[in-house]
């Protein structure tokens, strides 16, 4: 299984950004798909998820509207627009994968996870 994460860059306060994580190796349609960041320093924290089925969203608090969760089963790529995009965003995001998941936000329900994708942004 792959996941691989891309789309990031450093880009000023205001900006948008769309991250995608194009998976392989798996049922992707079966799978829970979240997305999780982690700044410099501090522990890594849920962004947002997408369920395996139903079309269940969940954002942090810190996200809700302004970023936004989307997936292609087609293309096997969930993606992350981000908009509004703050100095406190700056992280690394990764994508993670759960079967059959609901898209709750505990990391340990996650089994997959791709190696991350880096934004900063500038104030």
């Known amino acids: 299984v792959q996941l691989q994460a891309s789309g990031g860059g450093l880009v000023q306060a205001g900006d948008s950004l769309r991250l995608s994580c194009a998976a392989s190796?798996?049922?992707?349609?079966?799978?829970?798909m979240g997305w999780f960041r982690q700044a410099p320093g501090k522990e890594r924290e849920f962004v947002a998820s997408f369920s395996w089925s139903g079309g269940r969203t969940s954002y942090a608090d810190s996200v809700k509207g302004r970023f936004t969760i989307s997936r292609n089963n087609a293309k096997n790529t969930v993606y992350l627009q981000m908009n509004s995009l703050k100095p406190e965003d700056t992280a690394v995001y990764s994508c993670?994968?759960?079967?059959?998941?609901?898209?709750?936000?505990?990391?340990?329900?996650?089994?997959?996870w791709g190696q991350g994708t880096e934004v900063t942004v500038s104030s």
């Open positions: 190796g798996l049922t992707f349609s079966s799978y829970a």
């Open positions: 993670a994968a759960d079967l059959y998941g609901n898209g709750y936000s505990a990391e340990s329900l996650y089994r997959y």
